[in-house]
């Protein structure tokens, strides 16, 4: 939502405030692996109890992966491959940091923290399936009350705050009301495809 709302305007505040990405090339592909690596260490941070360490390391993790599309456009490096491997490697960083938080809850025996933990993943994975695959017939797909950053945000942040829990019922919620409204314009949009091309068919 927040990619949404700002649009280009967010590229123009990354250059103003961080204007030493851009005084050299930097490889775009490098900062989304090492966020990647950050998040893998944030995962660990949650698995062995260290929360307030865990949010700050996926606070970092989400700064490369805010920055990293950035630095490609305005370098003029954005390519097929780049956006494929930052969508995938978005997928493992979910997967570790939940995981981990899981891990945690597991390791303290609270069985329904890690089933709440267990949803949060499964409905943030939902949320970007949706979007990747209305993407195939409808084109861009930002729609949706919580998309990936803020997701990323509200458990950092919960964690940091001593919060984890409230923030995980949030992003459950969120979440799941996210995918609801996918579906929901997907089929709006689908819909009116399918009513376009029947009548090309017709009038053909």
Do not use: C
Not at 12 to 41: D, E, K, Q
Not at 157 to 173: H, M, Q, R, S, T
Request: aromatic share 10%.
């Amino acid at each position: 939502m927040i990619k949404s709302v700002l649009g280009d305007r967010l590229d123009g505040w990354i250059h103003a405030a961080f204007p030493f990405l851009f005084r050299r090339r930097l490889s775009p592909n490098a900062l989304t692996v090492t966020g990647t690596l950050v998040s893998i260490g944030a995962a660990a941070a949650f698995a062995l109890g260290h929360l307030r360490w865990g949010g700050v390391l996926m606070l970092a993790s989400g700064f490369f992966d805010l920055v990293d599309g950035v630095v490609a456009r305005h370098h003029g490096t954005s390519s097929r491959f780049g956006a494929f491997l930052d969508a995938t490697l978005d997928r493992v960083t979910d997967m570790a940091t939940l995981l981990g938080i899981a891990l945690y809850f597991a390791l303290a025996a609270e069985p329904g923290r890690v089933l709440l933990a267990g949803y949060t993943l499964a409905a943030g994975f939902m949320v970007s399936y949706a979007k990747a695959r209305a993407e195939l017939v409808v084109g861009s797909f930002r729609v949706g009350l919580l998309e990936r950053g803020e997701r990323v945000a509200i458990l950092a942040l919960g964690a940091i705050a001593g919060l984890l829990v409230p923030a995980l019922w949030i992003v459950a919620v969120g979440s799941t009301i996210t995918v609801i409204q996918r579906f929901a314009r997907a089929y709006h949009e689908m819909q009116r495809l399918d009513r376009i091309e029947r009548l090309g068919e017709h009038g053909a």
